[in-house]
């Protein structure tokens, strides 16, 4: 079993940053791929960056620029870093891990002010 916990999401006006941390249970080195997702008011979740055990990371072309993932292996933890923040960045943000399953975090809120 793998618990992924969310933290780091607010309320920041349009330009703003933010910094979303995950921690996981465990060593996250274990994890073949790790990601961030997120999902606004009556849309699908969609993918923002994913990164492999490799050291490859992929962002969506919509964040590409702005957010930056990272990891701290002694702390178990991966981050998001998001920069220039824009009203359309509001919604829940999900940590995602892929181990023997696909694991989720429970969610934190972004929303970002016009």
């Known amino acids: 079993q793998v618990q992924l916990v969310e933290s780091g999401g607010g309320l920041v006006q349009a330009g703003g940053s933010l910094r979303l941390s995950c921690a996981a249970s465990?060593?996250?080195?274990?994890?073949?791929?790790m990601g961030w997702y997120r999902q606004a008011p009556g849309k699908q979740r969609e993918l923002v960056a994913v990164?492999?055990?490799?050291?490859?990371?992929t962002y969506a072309n919509s964040v590409k620029g702005r957010f930056t993932f990272s990891r701290d292996n002694a702390k178990n933890t991966v981050y998001l870093q998001m920069n220039s923040l824009k009203p359309e960045d509001t919604a829940v943000y999900y940590c995602?891990?892929?181990?023997?399953?696909?694991?989720w975090g429970q969610g934190t809120q972004v929303t970002v002010s016009s």
């Open positions: 995602n891990v892929f181990h023997d399953r696909v694991y």
């Open positions: 990164t492999t055990s490799t050291g490859s990371t």
């Open positions: 465990g060593s996250i080195l274990r994890f073949n791929v």
